[in-house]
């Protein structure tokens, strides 16, 4: 990964970038947990498991 | 992307920004009528597919919302109304909004096919190709007419909503359609009365600024009509219980009354537009409790 402080960001700047991915990689694992239980359910829904 | 004072500098978006992307408060609707037509259709759906259907509806909805604002920044930047959208305001990527934004189409609409049926699937992938390019590319830069044929779109989803459950397309399903088909260009007409100024500033035809706001206000009343009598069909047609057709007759008489108080006003200002700013507010009461009570009254009585 491209490390902020080599392409000339500032101090504040490369906080508020890795504030940024923190957040949005924390909404992407939450995200995709999500639908690891829906694809699931859904399989479990196609083959008729519980009803 | 943030641009300072001497350089352009590019900071991944929030993802607040992709959540606004979606227009949330439209997706509420989409949502909320397509869930009415599912729960309206006859035959049973698992849970979890009906889950799964409507999910898919919310994201195809986001990515109609997404596609859209990727394509109207320039638009958005010009009208007090969008200028703080993520794009207008530089906060987000143009590329970002693309991508992301084609990427909740195919996958709403692959798990839609995988997960639900390919006739839903279907009808998502034309509602989607119909907005983001046959109503934002094509008509609403360039006719008038835009937010009538435009208004297609919208009324998709509780006919997706009901294909979800039956696998096809009956009359009911196109009696749902139809009542947001007419009911589009009231709702919208009214808006773009009180926002004339907005829309003119951003170049886009809307009707008062085309036509004038006398034509707008006529075809607003006239559009109220044919509204009300497909409204009420599906209880004429037997298709509903009394409850539906009661209160769906009071609803439709109170849209009336609103659009004839709008076809009366001679305002020019928008602070003299109460009535339109009226109406503009029941409508979008009116088309979640006309739905919501067909769907309630479906199940009590179908």
């Known amino acids: ?51 | 992307m943030m641009t300072t004072a001497t350089r352009n500098i590019t900071l991944p978006a929030e993802w607040r920004d992709f959540w606004a992307l979606t227009k949330p408060r439209v997706m509420s609707l989409v949502v909320f009528t397509a869930l009415c037509g599912l729960l309206a259709a006859p035959g049973n759906i698992h849970p979890v597919i009906g889950f799964t259907a409507i999910l898919c509806i919310a994201l195809g909805a986001g990515a109609c919302g997404a596609l859209n604002q990727w394509y109207e920044v320039d638009v958005d930047a010009k009208m007090a109304r969008t200028s703080k959208r993520p794009l207008p305001a530089g906060r987000m990527d143009p590329e970002a909004a693309l991508h992301f934004g084609i990427g909740l189409a195919a996958f709403s609409v692959g798990i839609m096919g995988v997960a639900v049926n390919w006739i839903s699937a279907a009808l998502l992938a034309f509602s989607i190709f119909f907005y983001a390019v046959v109503y934002t590319i094509w008509l609403k830069p360039n006719t008038p007419q835009n937010i009538v044929i435009g208004g297609a779109a919208g009324a998709f989803p509780p006919v997706i909503g009901w294909a979800a459950v039956t696998g096809d397309v009956t009359l009911l399903p196109v009696l749902l359609f139809s009542i947001i088909f007419l009911w589009t260009p009231p709702h919208f007409w009214a808006l773009a009365l009180f926002m004339k100024t907005d829309y003119g500033a951003a170049g886009i035809p809307m009707l008062p600024n085309v036509a004038g706001q006398r034509v707008t206000r006529n075809q607003i009343f006239a559009y109220s009509f044919p509204m009300a009598a497909v409204a009420i069909a599906p209880f004429l047609l037997g298709e509903s219980g009394w409850l539906y057709g009661v209160t769906s007759a009071l609803l439709n008489l109170v849209f009336l009354a609103l659009a004839f108080n709008v076809w009366r006003n001679e305002a020019n200002e928008a602070k003299d537009m109460k009535p339109e700013k009226q109406l503009f507010a029941f409508s979008i009461l009116y088309l979640f409790l006309l739905f919501a009570l067909f769907a309630f009254d479906r199940i009590l009585f179908a």
């Open chain 1, 1 to 51: 990964m491209t490390q902020p402080e080599q392409t000339g960001f500032t101090v504040e700047e490369t906080r508020i970038i890795r504030q940024r991915q923190a957040a949005r990689s924390r909404i992407m694992g939450v995200v995709l947990v999500a639908l690891c239980v829906l694809f699931f359910m859904i399989t479990v829904a196609k083959i008729g498991v519980w009803g």
